[in-house]
């Protein structure tokens, strides 16, 4: 084997520029797939994170078919005493209690419709960025307080400043009228415009008072420190939960109005579009990755076959001399190796530099500012880098390459001797 | 006499110097081809989803440009509303290039059943002139669109029906405000149920007659916008500059493009992403095709030196190379483009993507991609590969046409 190598090393070689054409369409790819999969992997991660975090949270707590049909009778009683037992039995405190109603909102001058999240003050910190946005005023530091914090459009739209007051006017969970006056504590500038315009929180005490709740909540959010651990979280919780609370899977899609059963929903239940985004990128980069991969097994391809029939008579000369096609097959298959690991290091090397560099002053382009923001991602891009994003693009440039130059190897096989060393 | 050979001479050698190697054409050719063709098939993709984006989205603002109160859009407010064009803007409307324009009432409402209520747009329409430029009666699934402009009914979407528990031919409840800051509120029956091809609108848009909306808000015969259009996103500067002018400063005109910046940088950085996935495929081409000039020039140095000691020119062996690049890549460009167009024909019903139709939404795509063959594109796929193809062919065929005649005569 060791000589095989040797010979294969020679043979690259004898035509020098041959092999670095060769060598560069590798290096080439290579660098691109390097780039562009810690790129993906970069910005989907980013893109899950800032979803998740605005508001959506890893994972919720409801009552079963609310997360369908979220009407303000799907909630469920006890809410904050439950929240507090996950807390105590997670020992974690990213685990916040939410109600969700609708109102129409006025100020002096003007009224809209809007969502109203009933929050807990001291939790919904640690689950949601949102708090943390505040342009002006405080959050709340108390959870029965009539106060409340609205988006930067609204608060523009209805032309009001912290300390003024508002009218809530909606329906309660019975159906009676919810009638309030809160005061404004504080304005929050999200940078989403359908946030900033479509949603206010109050304090879950005064929520559950103003909505005839009566204890109860619609979702309680529960933080995972990483994404990766959610689903490790999902089990904990769900058996933390007392068991005759929850859905049975055969209970799932049949929700039954007379008793109250809880599902726990993970992300990728809450926000399906957010996965589907990210598949839908994905098949469109690896189809473009698949032509890249191709046209390099293409190169890989011409220059194994020319070397091979350029050789015939040596091949020839080998073979009466005893060499068996097996060995020449294997050498053929060598050289592909030697050539294609050059590729591969060089190539991932290059691309994980510029990746490197890359992740930390960033990755812009004309445009991407406007298509960020509806992904929820910065207006620039930083790629991440892992051994998974450097080697898996020029991993498989290096197997179809390999794969490309079986047809050349096999060929030896067919060679006569006598005739091949006839060949010109 | 070899000195000067006339074009056909070159370009008989040429062609058969490409067949003496017939094997290492063939390779070539496939990997222009696979390479032609993804260029074409993976833009054609693109550009029906943007193309599908932007009638979505030119469709939902509607129009390519909106006449708004400039404080409209920061401020969607019943008291930014506008009076119906004057007889300036009329004749400025009556531009050949404008196919329709409509005017609207658009404010936010407050929707209820018995069961439930939700914060909605609501859009009071001119039912004939909407059709042809924002709502699509073909996208009613139920019930009757409206009939004219003082209709009674409301259309909703199939959406909001779930989530209001309601029902056609039931009554809801619009509740918004008057210009005086009174909240105006009356009953309408639903009339017509659609289904958009945004999930989204459907939740949170309802539409009536402008008329009934107006005696309600006590509008008199003011509106919210004027919706104009061309039918043509790409070309609206002919109309659009001598309507501004014509509008005035009191009013804001914007093109599509402004209204919804996103729609906006989606089309340019889709023209951008062309360009830069036909040089990144050609890139990777051009490895190989330089790879191939130089295997045929080098197992042919004895043969040149040859060519060149018999008297023929180094300018005529630098054209020939050429001339074999040339032909590589026209026979490449077209079994590329006729692969592309054939596989799209069989696409042209649509692909279904339904499977990720949530995260398209995201994109503001539907949940079927009609892929658009562009002939600018094919055009631009192969003016690329033919220009940059015989630039980087140049190197090896300066190369062979450099020779030194005893010496290449001399290798073996």
New interface residues.
Partial sequence: MNITLQMAWRNLWR?K??TW??V??MI??NL?LVFMISLQFGSYRMMIDNTLKSYTGHLQIQRMGYND?P??RNSFTDIIPLANTLRKRLSNNKVAARGVA?A?ISS????????IIGVEPAFEPAVSTLPGLLTSGRYFNDIDAEEIIIGRVLA??LRVNIGDELTLL??GRDGSIAAGVVSVTGIFDSGINDIDR?MAQLPLGYFQSLFNMNGQGHNIVINAEELTQVTLLKNTVSKILPHELQASESQRGKPNANEQQLVILDWNQLQ??????????M??AW??YG??I???A??V???Q??SV??RTREFGTMMALGVKPGRLGTLVISETFLMSSLGLIFGAALGAALSYYLSFVGFS???????A???NLPDRMYPSLSWLSIFLGPGIVFFCSLLASAYPALRLFFLQPVSAMKAV | MLTTLPFKIIFTLAWRNLWR?H??TL??L??IT??VW?MIF?TA??RGMVDDMLDNGIRNLPGEVQINHPQYR????INNSITMPDSQLRQALQNSNISAWTSRVRV???ISSER?????TLIGINPANEARIGFDPGSIIEGRFLGDANDNGLIIGAKMLE?LETRLGKRVVI???DPD?N?AERGFRVIGIYKAKLASLEENTVYAGIETLQKLLKLDDKISQIAITGDNYRHIKSWYEPLRIAAGDNLQVLPWYETD??L???L??MD?FVLV?II??F???S??L???L??AV??RIREIGLMQALGMRPSMILYQILTESFLLLVIGLILGNALAVISIIPLQDGID?S??????????TSSILYPALKLNDMLLASIIVIFLGLLTSILPAWHAASFDPVEALGKD
Wanted: proline share 3%; net charge positive; aromatic share 8%.
């Fill in positions: 035509h520029r041959r054409l060769t560069g369409a080439f790819s691109l049909n009407k303000i609708f129409m002096k001058q003007r009224t809209y419709g809007l969502q523009r739209n909606g329906a479509l399906p579009g957010l996965k589907q985004a990210i598949q839908a990128d098949i469109s189809f473009m032509v890249l191709i046209l390099v293409f190169s391809l011409n220059t076959l020319m029939l350029e382009y004309p445009g991407m500012e406007e298509m923001g509806r992904f | 190697n094997r290492r390779i070539m496939a990997a696979v390479g993804a993976m993709l693109m920061d401020d969607p407010n936010p409402a407050v439930d209520n939700r914060g909605v989530r509740m918004s405000q800051n909240i910046t996103y906006g940088s989606m340019a950085m951008g996935w990144v495929i890139l990777t081409l490895f190989g330089v790879n191939t130089v295997m080098f197992e993507i499977s990720v139709a949530k995260g398209m939404e995201m994109m503001g």
